[in-house]
């Protein structure tokens, strides 16, 4: 079975100024690593995800994430935010087998302001 | 693409009622979920089907909770009958099985209303 932590339920920050999204997860098997965004009153849309290689992955608007094998994590990222990444974010995980559960955290509240 | 469809996007109903909720996966894929978003619980995945068949029902709450999947292209849930507790929003999400990334792509969600 798999488990995420999502270490922050809010996180306020000024526009421009970087933001950190802490997750740790664990599991008894190897896992592919995902981070999804939900704005408000939409579905989940992917932002990026980690299958192997490069520990450091880019997504889309921005944001990166690094794996961390050791620390068993996945922090999320960007340099400088925007009014429009006012948004919940998910981490998630999935194991790497036939099995396609995604289990997630319990999200990060983004809020943006001026 | 037009993405996953889900019907209806809003839906207010009395306890005791029957609800279904509509999903119409992207085209291709073979695999669906169906998830539901409270405040308390955050997102739980409630049944998964491969091929049209249920894969895992684990998440299913109770007996009141059913889903069904005819074909390809379109899955039910059913609640019957509702109860205010069931208020939440119901995401249904597809994903292409064999894919190793196992993206699942998500509808816009039905925010359910029990009164």
């Known amino acids: 079975a798999q488990s995420v932590t999502q270490l922050d339920s809010q996180v306020p920050v000024f526009e421009e100024a970087p933001v950190e999204l802490r997750c740790n997860y664990s599991?008894?098997?190897?896992?592919?690593l995902f981070w999804y965004v939900q704005y408000p009153n939409q579905g989940l849309q992917l932002l990026l995800k980690?299958?192997?290689?490069?520990?450091l992955v880019k997504g889309i608007n921005g944001f990166e994430a690094e794996f961390n094998k050791s620390q068993t994590s996945f922090h999320l990222r960007k340099p400088s935010v925007h009014i429009s990444d006012t948004a919940e974010y998910f981490c998630?995980?999935?194991?790497?087998?036939?099995?396609?559960?995604?289990?997630f955290g319990a999200g990060t509240t983004v809020t943006v302001r001026a | 693409d037009a993405g996953v469809i889900q019907s209806p996007r809003h839906e207010v109903t009395e306890m005791g009622q029957e609800v279904t909720l509509r999903c119409k996966p992207i085209?291709?894929?073979?695999?669906l979920f169906w998830y539901r978003q409270t405040m308390m619980r955050g997102l739980e995945l409630l049944i998964y089907?491969?091929?049209?068949?249920?894969?895992?029902d684990s998440g299913m709450p109770e007996d009141r909770f059913s889903a069904k999947m005819p074909n390809a292209s379109f899955s039910t849930l059913k609640i019957q009958p509702s109860e205010p507790r069931d208020s939440a929003v119901y995401f249904c999400?597809?994903?292409?099985?064999?894919?190793?990334?196992?993206?699942?792509?998500f509808g816009p969600g039905t925010r359910l209303t029990v009164l």
């Open positions: 085209s291709g894929h073979n695999s």
């Open positions: 980690y299958l192997s290689g490069s520990t």
């Open positions: 998630a995980v999935s194991p790497r087998s036939n099995d396609y559960k995604l289990s």
């Open positions: 089907f491969n091929n049209n068949v249920p894969i895992d």
């Open positions: 599991s008894s098997v190897s896992v592919y």
């Open positions: 999400a597809s994903s292409f099985w064999g894919n190793p990334d196992n993206e699942q792509f």
